[in-house]
């Protein structure tokens, strides 16, 4: 046995972790006539090696009593990548003048190895954040490159009798390109039969399984500066005096360039099984949460360049400055977004995951592509009789792909608090996930009592609050990845490996509200389900939500298939299966709160003249025969199947007050945009939806208002669903 108390004190630490990649040097040169310099590249970090832990037989209890006190962690951890050195080169000539600098590369960040962890005890912890069992491989980071500034100082000669002048000055900087992220390695983590796992505090979760792809390092930046003097000028004792012996004929070519950003690092395989007891009681504590997560690009560095010529000089300049590169998001599980099973989480026969608070969701499988990095500016200067100048920003960087994920369940999973869903299995392009949910009309508890209670007891002292007025205004974008193009999402199964597999059925159980059975989602161009809400019964915020991408060309979707076995639901908007295929962003949009003044839902992008279309796949629900899907709250559907071209999804809205999740007598709060704008861009013709096909042998029963049995939609152009009063 192993007990411990305190905060940060874990029960086992097993780590592997590779080491840093040494700093590039730094170059400094000065010539007459040519000068050029160079900076060392750093060092790439090195690999993690494989961390692993194995309980068999007779095991005994690991227990932890403090904050952020992890009973059993197990990391690879790959060595970020050293920094490129800076470069700085400045040239004196006559006649002729010509610098370079170029700043040293970023070293690679090292990858991950292998983190496994095997139990078959019991474990045991009490603090805010302490997860039961951790298992994490880390690709390292990128290292960022190094500066460049290159100056070219260039003195005319004559070149007549009447002291004519001319000079070409030629500078050139590029900055060095950050380094890639290292991958994320194998982990994986299995609770064997008889195994017992219980956490207590906010934010601890049984399992947290995670490959995690290093983020690409930054760009250098980059400064060319190119300076022209006259001899007749300079030796002139007025020299702001045009009519002075001669002329100067000065050219000046200066080229920027901003170094690259690294490319992030791919989420490698990621794979939890429970095959013994799991269970959570406090807020945000997800029963098991498998994750395989693309590293975000770098972002790309600024090119700047500046002319100057002596005042009277007949001067041309060719100013060219140009971000660098954007960094690619890396892909979330494997190099290949369509690698076979590349997440995977599930419960086998007799196993069993219970959560009791809010925002605890039963399992959670995803697999989300890292977002592409931010393009460099460029900027161009010049003081020239004539001047060609050229300031160009790069795009931003793609997002990476979704790989693919499978989530089953042959065994219980019961969850109790708001917001949390039975299974969660996600594959989104681009960067998103899920958003937690603050305290509001959906938490029906004794501490929301106990609040009503002390502000009904504190009115006596406050006469004066009823005349103050708040006013705010709630924003939540679900999918807005703008800039470069989104990712490719990847395929999505619940309840079997893959079609024509075998099917694995068990039962979900879900009391609480917002809390669905089963959520699948493939998303392209970011996105998976998010929350705002207020829980102030005094301010009326506005509250604005966005469904799908802004701007950037929409990533498509892969195809999302469900085998649906007995779900329960109980509370308000808890459908029993929401199964969606997105293209171009969104995924489940929740606004809720007490005296919400409006709320403003767009389901579909918001497009530019750039944007392009995302595709929809194809979404099959099967109801297995003999199954029993079973809804009592209002607006809780049955099944809910979409396929989507050009983003959107589900919306829910709950306009509570102090006894109810949602009262059907507010009325004017809700304004719903549905669609693209068609008259931007040509994102309305490439964006398509697929086939829905519910596949229906079971029994569906639902008891609440405006709570239907089945709904399935295909849009092209984007949009989505809202069931509301």
Not at 604 to 621: I, K, L, M, R
Request: glycine share 26%; net charge negative; charged share 10%.
């Amino acid at each position: 046995n192993i007990t411990v108390s305190g905060d940060y004190a874990s029960g086992i630490i097993v780590q592997s972790v590779g080491g840093g990649g040494g700093v590039g040097g730094q170059a400094t040169a000065w010539g007459i006539g040519i000068s050029s310099a160079t900076g060392g590249s750093g060092g790439s970090g090195g690999g993690g090696g494989t961390a692993k832990v194995v309980q068999f037989g007779d095991a005994g209890t690991i227990a932890t009593a403090g904050y952020h006190g992890t009973a059993l962690l197990v990391q690879s951890i790959g060595g970020g990548g050293g920094v490129g050195g800076n470069a700085k080169s400045t040239s004196a000539s006559v006649g002729l003048g010509i610098s370079i600098a170029h700043g040293g590369s970023g070293g690679l960040g090292g990858s991950g190895g292998s983190a496994l962890a095997y139990t078959n005890g019991k474990v045991v912890t009490t603090g805010t954040d302490a997860a039961a069992l951790v298992v994490q491989s880390i690709g390292g980071g990128g290292g960022n490159g190094g500066l460049a500034t290159a100056k070219a100082l260039t003195e005319g000669v004559p070149f007549d009798e009447v002291g004519n002048t001319v000079s070409l000055s030629i500078s050139v900087a590029h900055g060095g390109s950050g380094g890639n992220g290292g991958n994320g390695g194998q982990a994986s983590a299995d609770v064997h039969d008889g195994s017992a796992i219980s956490t207590s505090g906010d934010g601890a979760a049984g399992l947290l399984v995670q490959s995690i792809g290093g983020g690409g390092g930054s760009g250098g930046d980059s400064t060319a500066t190119a300076v022209s003097k006259a001899l007749p000028k300079i030796f002139s004792e007025d020299k702001d005096d045009e009519d002075a012996a001669g002329k100067a004929f000065n050219v000046d070519i200066d080229f920027a360039l901003g170094g690259a950003g690294g490319s992030g690092g791919h989420g490698g395989q990621a794979y939890g099984h429970i095959s013994g007891k799991v269970a959570t009681a406090g807020a945000l504590a997800d029963g098991m949460l498998v994750q395989s997560i693309g590293g975000g690009g770098g972002a790309a560095g600024a090119g700047k360049g500046t002319a100057t010529a002596v005042n009277g000089s007949v001067s041309g300049t060719l100013t060219i400055a140009v971000g660098g590169a954007n960094g690619g998001g890396g892909n979330g599980g494997g190099k290949n977004a369509q690698d076979p099973l590349l997440v995977q989480a599930g419960l086998a026969d007799g196993a069993s995951v219970a959560t009791t608070g809010l925002g605890s969701r039963g399992i959670v499988a995803q697999s989300i592509g890292g977002g592409g990095g931010s393009g460099g500016g460029g900027t161009g200067d010049d003081s020239a009789s004539w001047a060609l100048t050229i300031g160009l920003g790069s795009t931003g960087g793609s997002g990476g792909n979704g790989g693919n994920v499978y989530a089953w369940n042959a065994g219980t999973i019961t969850t109790s608090g708001d917001d949390a869903t039975g299974i969660v299995a996600q594959s989104i392009a681009g960067g998103g996930g899920t958003a937690g949910l603050g305290t509001s009309s959906l938490t029906h508890t004794k501490a929301k009592q106990d609040a009503n209670s002390d502000s009904s007891d504190a009115s006596d002292d406050t006469s004066d609050s009823s005349s103050s007025k708040t006013t705010t205004t709630n924003y939540l974008s679900v999918g807005t990845g703008a800039g470069g193009g989104g990712g490719t999402a990847g395929f999505v199964s619940v309840g079997v490996a893959s079609k024509g597999g075998a099917v694995k059925s068990g039962r979900i159980v879900t009391t609480g509200d917002i809390s669905h059975g089963i959520l699948a989602q493939s998303i392209g161009g970011g996105g998976g389900a998010g929350a705002t809400s207020n829980s102030s019964s005094s301010s009326k915020p506005d509250v604005k939500m966005s469904l799908g991408m802004a701007g950037g060309n929409g990533g498509s979707a892969e195809d999302v298939l469900v085998y649906a076995s007995d779900i329960s639901t109980s509370g308000f908007a808890s459908s029993a299966v929401v199964a969606q295929s997105l293209g171009g962003g969104g995924g489940v949009g929740t606004s809720s709160g007490f005296a919400v003044s409006s709320v403003d839902l767009r389901l579909g992008s918001t497009p530019n003249q750039n944007s392009g279309g995302g595709t929809g796949a194809e979404v099959t629900v099967h109801v297995l025969d003999g199954a029993t899907l079973k809804t009592a709250g209002d607006s809780a559907h049955g099944v809910i199947a979409q396929s989507v071209g050009g983003g959107g999804g589900l919306g829910i809205t709950a306009l509570g007050t102090a006894t109810t999740a949602n009262d059907d007598t507010v009325s004017g709060v809700i304004s719903v945009t549905l669609g693209t704008d068609t008259s931007t861009g040509n994102s309305a013709t490439t964006q398509f939806g697929n086939s829905v096909t519910i596949d229906h042998d079971g029994t569906i029963t639902t008891a609440g208002t405006r709570a239907l049995g089945i709904v399935a939609q295909s849009i092209g152009g984007s949009g989505g669903f809202l069931s509301a009063s």
